[in-house]
């Protein structure tokens, strides 16, 4: 199947600073990119829908402000969670989907952020 | 609106066991039906799908069966290895156009040999 990669799949960081996640699609070419985020043992919530190109359109209940999607090219998306906030601390998935194969969406390892 | 309900964990077997860990869904339209793994250290993979009633979605020895009339999509498998130690997620697609996923809370499935 399809690659995806995330950078760094670990951080920790002080509330109050921002982080960036990277998500790479290494084979093919990622129209549309989903970021979730997975509290312990409970599911995938999705958390915003991006497609190349364009603004990504986040779920009800997800504050845009806070959680920066950018979706610059067809292989690389990143989600910045700015002023972070140990609430914010979870494990961050994204997936990526070329269109080609239906509904097929090809994930990534996930990145754990701790805030203190 | 869409939601999945699948079997509590953890589920630990004996290897070359059955199993069967459960999946129940609602759904408005007539959605696609996945079943996810997600092995240590890694993300989570598409091991079988259905994309209508009846139908039969395999892989690694895996089956789930598509059934509209009780919802369900329930993953089993006749003889588990130590290797299907996982995670395991079912989910949903909302219909057409739409290329959402809506997952279940996941069961982890540990064999001992």
């Known amino acids: 199947g399809a690659v995806v990669s995330q950078h760094p799949s670990r951080v920790i960081c002080k509330s109050g600073t921002s982080v960036k996640i990277e998500c790479r699609s290494l084979d093919f070419q990622a129209t549309t990119m989903f970021w979730y985020r997975q509290f312990p043992k409970q599911s995938l919530m999705l958390m915003a829908t991006s497609n190349e190109g364009s603004k990504a359109t986040y779920e009800q209940g997800v504050e845009k402000d806070k959680f920066l999607i950018n979706h610059a090219s067809l292989t690389l998306s990143t989600l910045t969670v700015t002023s972070a906030h140990p609430e914010d601390s979870s494990f961050y998935i994204c997936s990526g989907s070329s269109g080609s194969s239906y509904n097929e969406q090809f994930f990534g390892p996930g990145t754990r952020l701790t805030v203190l | 609106g869409n939601s999945v309900t699948q079997m509590e964990g953890p589920v630990t077997l004996s290897e070359e066991a059955f199993l069967t860990i459960n999946c129940t869904y609602t759904a408005t339209g007539y959605p696609s039906l996945f079943w996810y793994v997600q092995y240590p250290g890694e993300g989570l993979q598409l091991l079988l799908k259905?994309?209508?009633?009846?139908d039969k979605g395999s892989n690694k020895g895996f089956e789930a069966t598509y059934r509209k009339e009780t919802t369900s999509f329930h993953l089993e498998k006749g003889s588990v290895q130590v290797s299907d130690s996982a995670v395991y997620f079912c989910a949903l697609s909302d219909p057409v156009g739409n290329e959402k996923l809506t997952f279940g809370t996941g069961t982890r499935l540990t064999i001992i040999p």
């Open positions: 259905a994309t209508k009633a009846d």
